[in-house]
């Protein structure tokens, strides 16, 4: 059987039909946007069946047909807007749309269907002013606190699936993910906030200095890591809860991975904005942030990042040398 990812054409999704497919999984994807070309070419090459379905997740006969063009045992719901300032501002009502009646529209298809696996990767943004300066964070020592409308959608997402779920006998687990970078990252027109990870590196491929903001820390997760954490969820044959942490478990700077990057990119110029100047390289949070606590997901599924700062330096770097060009920030 089959498992369906929603928004199969953004950032976190990508990463999620690469890894099943790699595995020789079967896949059915549902976008309103195509696969970027590179992911077209690669995924060709992998052993698993790829079926892409073009529609959109408020379409109730999109989303029919992505759960009925071959059998599906779980969906993993990864379809959203990553909205900024300027979003929130221009279009909110499309946000609110997207994030929370899509996923309620898409859980709702999957009951039809019979399906009993819902997965939802939320975000650690819904913890907000309540991670600050906290040094381990808990998913359920801190009462949410998002300050975004990108978090307060998850939030409230969070909160309204896992009773629809509950009334409708289907198993639904959130995991919060941390700051994602990686792989497959790349300016979707609905994801407004790129990693600083990218941005770092979109730098040193343009040959200009990178001149970096506050160095808050925040618990920052390789892209590989997060799509099997989330197969793992989808997999697992019992959860005794329906909200994990996902992250690396650790707590770092985008100076941190400037360090990592540095004896890989012979020619990598970076250096702290000085007091007043601007920046080209934005880590967004705007405060410290500590490690997730992740011992959880770890107890219950046997998830472990594979991927510190060194690691995926190397890993990210080759893989961009093996195509980049459908992938910068700008």
Not at 38 to 48: E, H, K, S, V, Y
Request: with cysteine.
């Amino acid at each position: 059987m089959a498992i369906l990812v929603t928004g199969a054409a953004g950032f976190v999704a990508l990463n999620i039909v690469e890894h099943l497919l790699s595995a020789g999984r079967d896949v059915v994807g549902l976008d309103r946007i195509p696969l970027p070309p590179r992911a077209t070419r690669d995924f060709a090459l992998l052993p698993g069946r790829f079926t892409l379905i073009g529609g959109s997740i408020l379409s109730a006969a999109d989303l029919s047909r992505a759960l009925t063009v071959m059998p599906v045992e779980a969906v993993i719901h990864c379809a959203v807007i990553t909205a900024g300032t300027a979003r929130e501002k221009s279009d909110p009502e499309t946000i609110v749309a997207v994030n929370i009646q899509g996923a309620v529209g898409a859980l709702m298809a999957s009951v039809r269907r019979g399906v009993k696996r819902f997965v939802y990767p939320s975000s650690g943004s819904i913890y907000g002013h309540a991670a600050k300066g906290v040094a381990l964070i808990e998913e359920d020592s801190l009462r949410p606190d998002p300050v975004m409308l990108y978090g307060l959608t998850k939030r409230a997402a969070e909160t309204i699936l896992p009773r629809i779920a509950e009334t409708q006998g289907v198993r639904f687990t959130a995991a919060r993910l941390g700051s994602v970078y990686g792989p497959w990252e790349y300016a979707t027109g609905v994801r407004d906030t790129l990693s600083p990870m990218l941005q770092a590196l979109e730098c040193a491929r343009a040959g200009q200095e990178a001149v970096l903001g506050p160095p808050w820390r925040g618990d920052y997760i390789f892209s590989r890591d997060v799509a099997a954490g989330l197969v793992r969820i989808a997999d697992a044959p019992a959860l005794s809860r329906n909200v994990y942490n996902l992250g690396s478990g650790q707590s770092r700077s985008v100076e941190d991975w400037y360090a990592a990057l540095t004896p890989l990119v012979p020619d990598l110029r970076w250096r702290r904005a000085a007091a007043d100047e601007a920046y080209n390289v934005e880590s967004h949070s705007g405060f410290d942030r500590g490690a997730f606590d992740i011992g959880k997901i770890a107890a219950e599924t046997g998830f472990a990042p594979r991927f510190d700062f060194p690691a995926a330096a190397a890993d990210y770097l080759a893989w961009l040398n093996a195509g980049n060009s459908d992938f910068r920030a700008g």
